[in-house]
């Protein structure tokens, strides 16, 4: 069984700075591409920035600048700096992760979700 667990979120005013983490646990082969996305109230479940195992990024457009995904391979975490946080930003943050397992049957690729961080940016 694999576990991502987010932590890092919390109230910031605007203009401040939040650093996320998501650490897998459980028994695995290796961690393929992670991602985190976001969840405000009333909308659809959203990419903020997705990254490879070898470190090769990709960020949605309103994050470019702003956000930065990073991760550490022989922690099985991954990390989401985010600077100059809006208002908009606020949502729930959800860490993604394509998981390489045996399962029973033979090495097994699944995608996994954590139960999500919420991000509040107020003044």
């Known amino acids: 069984q694999v576990q991502l667990v987010e932590s890092g979120g919390g109230l910031v005013e605007p203009g401040g700075s939040l650093r996320l983490s998501c650490a897998a646990s459980g028994s695995f082969a290796s961690i393929n591409d992670m991602a985190w996305y976001r969840q405000a109230p009333g909308k659809q479940r959203e990419l903020v920035a997705g990254?490879?195992?070898?470190?090769?990024?990709k960020y949605a457009d309103p994050m470019k600048g702003r956000f930065t995904i990073s991760r550490d391979n022989a922690k099985n975490t991954v990390f989401l700096q985010m600077n100059n946080l809006k208002p908009e930003d606020t949502a729930v943050y959800y860490c993604?992760?394509?998981?390489?397992?045996?399962?029973?049957?033979?090495?097994?690729?699944?995608?996994?979700w954590g139960q999500g961080t919420q991000v509040t940016v107020s003044s």
């Open positions: 993604n992760a394509d998981v390489l397992a045996d399962d029973q049957t033979g090495m097994t690729l699944r995608n996994y």
């Open positions: 990254i490879t195992r070898g470190g090769v990024t």
